[in-house]
């Protein structure tokens, strides 16, 4: 069964920096998709960014985090890092990690999901 561990949230001042741990375990592939999400109180879901985990970096950012985040991975420790810098109080929110099962081979790595695991959420708090 794959689980999810996000780590990281917190509070910070605007302008601030952040970085979300998201640690997988129970795969069968090495390769799946990883996606880091975020919803704030009162709207919908938001997909920040997804991985391809072995892939190339992913250049799939949402355009309201764009020149603000990096999703990265560290396969050795079955983690994927999102970094979030010049923070604004709009990005206030419980970010998620997701993936799919994994796979052999991916089509494409863009990611589009669905997403069958997530983690358990950690909050972010940008105070102005």
């Known amino acids: 069964q794959v689980q999810l561990v996000e780590s990281g949230g917190g509070s910070v001042q605007t302008g601030g920096s952040l970085r979300l741990s998201c640690v997988g375990s129970?795969?069968?592939?090495?390769?799946?998709?990883v996606a880091w999400f975020r919803q704030a109180p009162g709207k919908e879901r938001e997909r920040v960014a997804p991985i391809l985990t072995g892939g190339s970096v992913s250049a799939y950012y949402a355009d309201s985090m764009k020149g603000r985040v990096t999703i990265s991975q560290d396969n050795a420790k079955n983690t994927v890092y999102l970094e979030m810098n010049s923070l604004k109080p709009e990005d206030t929110a419980m970010y998620y990690c997701a993936s799919d099962p994994g796979r052999l081979y991916y089509l494409r790595d863009d990611c589009p999901g669905p997403f069958s695991y997530w983690g358990q959420g950690t909050p972010v708090t940008v105070s102005s």
């Open positions: 129970g795969y069968t592939y090495k390769r799946k998709c």
